[in-house]
């Protein structure tokens, strides 16, 4: 790898640091070394190096030991940070070294003169959304979280948006009417680790036939594996990722449907 390819690589992990690592506390970074296989003109990476795929560009991956708050837990996340096909990529492993509760931050009470505007799905406020945040989204409870992005459909004009998650919702976390009167369907995951081919698939089986949906929407946290993004656009679902879901709830571009 060139010199210049290298320090491309380390002002893109520098950015990421702002993203993935900046939002919890970074423990610990190591920098891990693979040997390279001249028979399959690959890298191979040490045991236990969670680079998800059998080689790296370089044979090198940064693993950074990384504490977040999620729904109010604390916990500790491993982040593997390396290069596949020029391409930087981070996968994240929960893991089980401390887990404890934090406590929450009493709500503050509303005087009487001025009540908290409430939606018909709970949600605060149609604005609400705009000041969380990627780390933010991780502080709501999944019920939370979808009735959030019950709200940025609401704010961008859809009507009759209703929230039906829970047991037997065979996917439809969210369903509403786009301005222009289409179904739309949204499936809602608030995931750390990359949303996988399975997802889609189960997703897929139900979005078209059973709820007959127009405009078929998978809103997540993080980021989907390549196999499960290219299957969604094989089967039409659109798919809204934690870069674009927060220039969506700060209305940089288009909604999602459009």
Request: contains cysteine; aromatic residues 6%.
């Amino acid at each position: 790898m060139s010199e210049a390819h290298r320090a491309a690589w380390e002002e893109e992990l520098e950015e990421v640091k702002e993203d993935i690592l900046g939002e919890g506390v970074v423990l610990s970074t190591t920098e891990r070394r693979g040997t390279y296989d001249r028979k399959y003109s690959e890298w191979r990476m040490p045991p236990g190096v969670n680079t998800g795929v059998s080689s790296v560009d370089d044979g090198i991956a940064k693993v950074s030991v990384v504490e977040y708050v999620i729904a109010g837990t604390v916990t500790t996340c491993e982040v593997t940070s390396y290069l596949n096909l020029r391409r930087l990529f981070h996968d994240v492993v929960v893991g089980e070294i401390e887990v404890k509760r934090v406590p929450e931050p009493a709500a503050p009470v509303p005087t009487p003169r001025q009540p908290p505007a409430r939606q018909a799905d709970g949600w605060p406020s149609p604005s609400s959304p705009e000041s969380l945040g990627h780390a933010g989204w991780f502080r709501l409870t999944p019920t939370e979280f979808e009735h959030a992005i019950a709200a940025l459909c609401r704010r961008d004009g859809c009507t009759q948006v209703r929230t039906s998650g829970g047991p037997g919702d065979l996917g439809a976390d969210v369903i509403a009417r786009t301005p222009d009167g289409r179904k739309l369907v949204i499936q809602c995951k608030q995931y750390i680790n990359k949303v996988g081919s399975p997802d889609v698939q189960k997703f897929a089986g139900t979005v078209f036939h059973h709820h007959r949906a127009d405009v078929a929407l998978l809103v997540t946290t993080s980021r989907l594996t390549a196999p499960a993004a290219d299957y969604a656009h094989q089967v039409g679902i659109r798919t809204v990722d934690a870069e674009r879901l927060d220039r969506w709830a700060k209305r940089v571009g288009p909604a999602p449907w459009k």
